[in-house]
C-alpha cells in the first residue's frame, strides 16, 4: 500500500479509503440483492451464517470500530451487539437467533455507513495507532471483503438457478511446467511497514529456509484426475491416520461439486451452473487432508508457509523481499484473478506477468494454497486492535492458507497475508501446489 505523509498525501489517503469502503460495500451489496429475502433469511449450509447475519454484522464490526471508538459517537443500536459478535453465536446456531430482517439490515449498515463518511470526513488518520495510516478503515474493508468472500462460498453452496455472473477468467498464455528450485538463504518474512497489515503479519523477521523445489503451479484438474484414477481415495497408506478417518466419516471421494455422468466425464458444479471440468484450471475445493495424500501419492510434500513466503516474495537479484511476486506495485488485470472479477480460477499459464523473479507462476489469486504449517504467531508478535483476531487461533487445529483466491479482494491479499483454516474445510475457495525437499546434491 502506497504511504501518504504530507497533508495533500493525507487527502489522498482519504480518499482511498473511501474508494476502498465504496467498493466493499458495493460487492456486499451485488451479494445480497442477488437473492430474495427467503434466501437472506435461509441457512444455506450449517458450516455458514444466513446472509443476512453476514450483512448486519458487516454493519455492527464498523459500527463499534469506526463510529464509536475512532469517531467518538454513540452508538447506533447497542442492543444488537451481542447478536452479532461471532465469538457467542456459532455460525450453526444463528438462524435460531432473533435477527434483523433484510430491510432492518439494509437500513442499518446504510445508517453506520453514513455516519462513517462523517468520521473519515474528520478523522486527521495519524495521532494514534489505531488511525496512524488509516489503519482502522483499512481493517474494517478488510473485514468487509472477508465476509464478502464468506457469503460468496454460500452462494457456491446454495441450490436453485443461478443468479452470479461475471466474464470467464482469461485464457493461459504460457505453458507452466515443473519445479523452480528456491536457493537455500535468509529473506524477510512479514512486515513492519505496510500500514493496513494486519497482527499476524506482524513484526517482520529475518527466516534461514534451507534449498527446497516448488511447483510452478497449482496441482491442476488434470493431476488429480490422475491421483483419482490411480485409486488416490481409495488408498489408507497415502492418507495420514487423520485424514483416512475424516475421509471415510465424511465419505469423500472426489474434490467438492464435482460429478462424474455415467459416460465417465467429469463435471463441476459452478455457482448453480454445471460445467465440464477444465483440465488445467487449478483443483479448487479440496481439504488440507486431500492436499496432503495427493503430495504423498506424487513423492512430494505441501510447502511450509516460509517456503510459500520466500517463493511468492524473494527476489535474489537484488536480494530483497517485494510486496506481491511481480514487484510492489497493486495487484491488477494483469497480474492476478482478485476481486470476484471473474467466478472461477483461471487457466495455469494465464497470468505470466504475475510471475515470481524465480520463475512461480498464480501464487497470488485463483486459490488459496494450502500450507503444511499449523497457524502460529511470529516471533515478536503483538495482538492488536484486539486479542480475538488472531491471538485466540494461535495453535490449534489449524492449518495456514496463503495467496488469495479469485474471490479475495485486493485490499484483503498481499505477499504477507495469512489465512487459516480447519484440515476439514472444503467450502473455502482452496487448492494447494506442491513442494519437495532436496537431496544434498541437488542444493
Not at 473485514?143 to 485464457?171: C, F, I, K, W, Y
Not at 510452478?216 to 485409486?231: H, I, M, T
Request: proline share 8%; with cysteine.
Amino acid at each position: 500500500m502506497q504511504h501518504y505523509t504530507d497533508r495533500s498525501g493525507t487527502e489522498q489517503l482519504r480518499e482511498h479509503i473511501a474508494t476502498t469502503l465504496r467498493r466493499a460495500r458495493e460487492r456486499t451489496t451485488a451479494l445480497t440483492d442477488s437473492v430474495d429475502e427467503a434466501e437472506l433469511v435461509a441457512q444455506h449450509s450449517r458450516l455458514m451464517s444466513p446472509l443476512v447475519w453476514d450483512l448486519a454484522h458487516i454493519g455492527n464490526q464498523e459500527e463499534l470500530w469506526l463510529v464509536r471508538d475512532v469517531g467518538g459517537r454513540d452508538p447506533v443500536r447497542a442492543d444488537i451487539d451481542e447478536l452479532y459478535d461471532a465469538f457467542k453465536h456459532p455460525r450453526s446456531d444463528r438462524p435460531q437467533l432473533p435477527l434483523l430482517d433484510p430491510a432492518e439490515a439494509r437500513g442499518y449498515v446504510a445508517t453506520v455507513r453514513d455516519k462513517v463518511w462523517e468520521v473519515l470526513d474528520r478523522s486527521p488518520l495519524r495521532g494514534g495507532e489505531l488511525v496512524d495510516g488509516g489503519f482502522a478503515f483499512g481493517m474494517l474493508a478488510q473485514h468487509e471483503q472477508q465476509h464478502d468472500e464468506t457469503m460468496l462460498a454460500t452462494h457456491q453452496l446454495r441450490t436453485g438457478n443461478p443468479v452470479l455472473s461475471a466474464p470467464a477468467p482469461p485464457a493461459a498464455t504460457t505453458a507452466v511446467r515443473g519445479e523452480v528450485v528456491i536457493p537455500a538463504g535468509e529473506f524477510t518474512m512479514g512486515t513492519s511497514t505496510d500500514a493496513w497489515a494486519l497482527d499476524n503479519e506482524r513484526p517482520a523477521h529475518r527466516v534461514h529456509v534451507p534449498a527446497f523445489a516448488i511447483d510452478a503451479a497449482p496441482v491442476s484438474n488434470a493431476q488429480y484426475l490422475e491421483f483419482l484414477a490411480d485409486g488416490g481415495y481409495d488408498r489408507p497408506e497415502l492418507w495420514s491416520e487423520r485424514g483416512w478417518s475424516h475421509r471415510q466419516e465424511a465419505g469423500l471421494t472426489a474434490p467438492q461439486f464435482w460429478e462424474q455422468d455415467s459416460g465417465g466425464q467429469w463435471w463441476r458444479r459452478v455457482f448453480g451452473v454445471r460445467r465440464p471440468l477444465r483440465p488445467q484450471q487449478p483443483v479448487v475445493h479440496v481439504c488440507w487432508f486431500e492436499a496432503q495424500a495427493y503430495a504423498t501419492w506424487a513423492g512430494k510434500r505441501l510447502p511450509t508457509e516460509a517456503e510459500w513466503e520466500k517463493a511468492a516474495r524473494y527476489d535474489p537479484a537484488t536480494d530483497r523481499t517485494r510486496a506481491y511476486p511481480w514487484g510492489d506495485s497493486d495487484p491488477g488485470p494483469a497480474t492476478a484473478n482478485l476481486g470476484q472479477r471473474h467466478l472461477e480460477p483461471a487457466d495455469i499459464g494465464a497470468y505470466p506477468a504475475g510471475a515470481s523473479p524465480a520463475g512461480v507462476h498464480q501464487l497470488i489469486g485463483d486459490v488459496w494454497e494450502w500450507t503444511s504449517s499449523g497457524f502460529q504467531p511470529y516471533p515478536g508478535f503483538r495482538a492488536f486492535p484486539y486479542a480475538e483476531y488472531s491471538d485466540v487461533f494461535f495453535g490449534g487445529d489449524y492449518r495456514v492458507l496463503r495467496g488469495g483466491s479469485f474471490g479475495t479482494d485486493p485490499v484483503a491479499c498481499r505477499g504477507t497475508f495469512r489465512n487459516w483454516d480447519h484440515p476439514i474445510r472444503r467450502q473455502i475457495f482452496a487448492g494447494f501446489r506442491l513442494a519437495r525437499t532436496l537431496d544434498p546434491r541437488e542444493a
